[in-house]
T-cell receptor, first 112, second 113 residues
Framework: EDQVTQSPEALRLQEGESSSLNCSYT??????LFWYRQDPGKGPEFLFT???AGEEKEKERLKATLTKKESFLHITAPKPEDSATYLCAVQPIKAAGNKLTFGGGTRVLVKP | DGGITQSPKYLFRKEGQNVTLSCEQNLNHDAMYWYRQDPGQGLRLIYY???????QKGDIAEGYSVSREKKESFPLTVTSAQKNPTAFYLCASSIGQITDTQYFGPGTRLTVL
């Protein structure tokens, strides 16, 4: 069974304090791994797609990396506006209808 | 402005009632999806449609129904058979190709009174 586990569940950071979020996954074969940002009461906003181990993508203070078993989302020198829940999802090769399997998310709070 | 709209933003339902959640997209996407989000849990797929007039059950389809009569619209009906319908419902769409990105609407929060 495909599984995605995100850790930690919650993360409190001081502004400027860099950290990393983890997304561990178990799939029979990975087609793609997706990162989303979700603000309270809103829909997820797409951040990155990673396809193969060793791939990295960056956007402002965020950098996503991928290995064969996990992905990391690094937040460098975060600001209060980076506070959100970050969701990780995998798309298995055998996924019917391009289905995504999501992790439970990491809630990030950045204090000024 | 291209995007996905969901209405209403908040919906209250009495037990025993069916309610329909609206999802519209003007992105010209072929594929559309409905997910349910509960606190502390990952999004779970309810139904998906890859083409007009065709749809498939996801992981938690019991108590829900959908239709796809138009490319831009994918309404979800929460029936009285759904025993625990209080949740945040998210609609998404994608081009419909392999490994394409799913883009989400703003969501509808359904509460059963």
């Amino acid at each position: 069974e495909d599984q995605v586990t995100q850790s930690p569940e919650a993360l409190r950071l001081q502004e400027g304090e860099s950290s990393s979020l983890n997304c561990s996954y178990t799939v029979s074969g990975l087609r793609g791994l997706f990162w989303y940002r979700q603000d309270p009461g809103k829909g997820p906003e797409f951040l990155f797609t990673l396809y193969s181990a060793g791939e990295e993508k960056e956007k402002e203070r965020l950098k996503a990396t991928l290995t064969k078993k996990e992905s990391f989302l690094h937040i460098t020198a975060p600001k209060p506006e980076d506070s959100a829940t970050y969701l990780c999802a995998v798309q298995p090769i055998k996924a019917a209808g391009n289905k995504l399997t999501f992790g439970g998310g990491t809630r990030v709070l950045v204090k000024p | 402005d291209g995007g996905i709209t969901q209405s209403p933003k908040y919906l209250f339902r009495k037990e025993g009632q069916n309610v329909t959640l609206s999802c519209e997209q003007n992105l010209n996407h072929d594929a559309m999806y409905w997910y349910r989000q509960d606190p502390g849990q990952g999004l779970r797929l309810i139904y998906y449609s890859q083409i007009v007039n065709d749809f498939q059950k996801g992981d938690i389809a019991e108590g829900y129904s959908v239709s796809r009569e138009k490319k831009e619209s994918f309404p979800l009906t929460v029936t009285s058979a759904q025993k625990n319908p209080t949740a945040f419902y998210l609609c998404a769409s994608s081009i419909g190709q392999i490994t394409d990105t799913q883009y989400f609407g703003p969501g509808t929060r359904l509460t059963v009174l």
